[in-house]
């Protein structure tokens, strides 16, 4: 089997969410049990961190990684979805898996794979966790695909599990309200294991406790005063962030959203706790501070070269700058619409697409309207017509054309602007994966 057939196979032959939307999500962990059996229970075989949340958990999987790889363990990293390459999703220090670990294991495994008709993500799963046991990782960070407690990473036993925050999405599967949302999200908590709540809201907090206390689960608030390890986040010209923590001098975090500055609190307060479980003795040792800060410098401002992350407030091109991101629904636009509000040029540029299962009329309230769009859609059964956006973006008085597809979109844009605008490119992880794969064609 080469590669291609082994990505076809995935995307053609078995149902996939991110593909098919609600006909491609399958609920339950029965298969993925059996996926485990079949493996011989490969998870068992090295420690974990789960990440589970509505936003930020892509950015904070790759920042713990980071960290734990300068720290010298060596990692594995599971996340989805990919934005080129299938590979991305699965790495060990920052390396993808190579294509011929693919090809091998849907080779040796597609008849038994026919028989359970595993769905795209169970398939990878089981991929992930055998890959990191035969590479004998030390750890790994493992980003929950959708929801936690149906999820089919949640057979892990992690030693930390961190949630980063609660908003509405994906609610035909989670649940209409806050308070669903978060009992959907609060499965992954295991019995014993310590859990890092990012934010809260009134309606989410109480849940975690509840959840927290039935398991017996030592639960931290990171946005709490007693937890908070950010005391201060400037953003700095180059597109950095200049942070002041709590128990470490100034470092300077690469990623450059203004939503990082509550991620990086989650991530410093699970490093701690990880410290206080002598899985990080080394971290916060006062004999050995100066060390500790050039490490954490290391990780935060080479968080995409150590783990190959993309897709976050990334710059793409300068005169005229151009930067995506793929926050894709309106708990992530409220920050991006606040960061695009900051921005200093002389005329902006929005390529924008979406896909069906989101609210619509929530981000196109939160777009500035002094900006030319540039309507289109990405390549997914779940794409949003891109006619159809216009009309929405029109009764906000968001004006611009229509494109069938971000390829056109991006160069339009691209040809439209002076070396001295702004062209953002974002709406959803597809349309930054689309304009991404149409640059290395």
């Not at 920042?63 to 060990?92: C, K, M, N, W």
């Not at 930054?432 to 640059?439: G, L, Q």
Request: hydrophobic content about 35%; charged content about 25%.
């Amino acid at each position: 089997m080469k590669y291609k057939e082994a990505i076809d196979y995935l995307y053609s032959q078995v149902p996939s969410y991110e593909k098919q939307g609600a006909s491609g999500y399958k609920e339950g962990l029965d298969t993925t049990l059996k996926l485990d059996e079949h493996f011989d229970h490969p998870h068992e075989h090295f420690r974990s961190i789960h990440v589970a949340g509505t936003n930020g958990k892509g950015s904070v999987s790759h920042t713990i990684a980071a960290l734990l790889q300068v720290f010298g363990y060596r990692v594995g990293l599971y996340t989805s979805p990919h934005l080129v390459d299938f590979r991305e999703r699965i790495r060990v220090d920052g390396r993808p898996i190579s294509e011929d670990y693919v090809c091998d294991f849907l080779s040796k495994e597609q008849q038994f794979l026919d028989t359970l008709s595993p769905s795209f993500f169970e398939i990878t799963t089981a991929m992930a966790f055998k890959y990191f046991r035969d590479m004998d990782v030390d750890i790994a960070v493992i980003e929950v695909g959708l929801g936690g407690r149906l999820d089919c990473t949640n057979i892990i036993t992690p030693i930390l599990s961190v949630i980063t925050n609660i908003s509405f999405d994906h609610t035909q599967f989670l649940g209409s309200t806050l308070e669903e949302i978060a009992r959907e999200k609060a499965g992954i908590i295991k019995t014993g294991v310590p859990i890092v709540i990012g934010e809260t809201q009134p309606e989410t907090r109480p849940v975690f406790e509840e959840v927290a206390k039935e398991k017996k689960a030592p639960i931290y608030f990171a946005e709490d005063d007693d937890e908070k390890e950010v005391i201060s986040a400037t953003p700095q010209p180059n597109g950095t962030i200049l942070y002041k923590c709590k128990h470490l001098a100034e470092f300077t975090g690469e990623l450059g959203g203004i939503y990082q500055t509550k991620n990086t609190n989650t991530i410093l307060v699970a490093m701690h706790r990880l410290v206080d479980a002598d899985y990080l003795c080394q971290c916060y040792d006062p004999e050995n501070n100066r060390k500790i800060q050039e490490e954490m410098t290391l990780a935060f401002m080479n968080v995409s070269k150590i783990t190959g992350l993309q897709g976050r407030w990334q710059t793409l091109h300068e005169n005229p700058k151009v930067i995506c991101d793929t926050g894709h629904n309106v708990a992530g636009w409220e920050y991006i619409s606040k960061q695009l509000q900051t921005v200093k040029c002389n005329k902006m540029h929005i390529v924008i697409g979406m896909v069906d299962d989101k609210d619509i009329y929530g981000v196109m309230n939160l777009l500035p309207k002094d900006a030319t769009y540039y309507y289109t859609k990405p390549d997914t059964k779940r794409a949003f017509p891109e006619t159809s956006l216009q009309v929405f973006g029109e009764q906000f008085g968001l004006h611009g054309q229509c494109f069938p597809n971000v390829a056109d979109a991006a160069d339009a844009a691209i040809d439209m602007a002076n070396t001295d605008d702004f062209i953002f490119i974002g709406g959803s992880t597809y349309v930054v994966a689309d304009f991404m794969k149409s640059r290395q064609s």
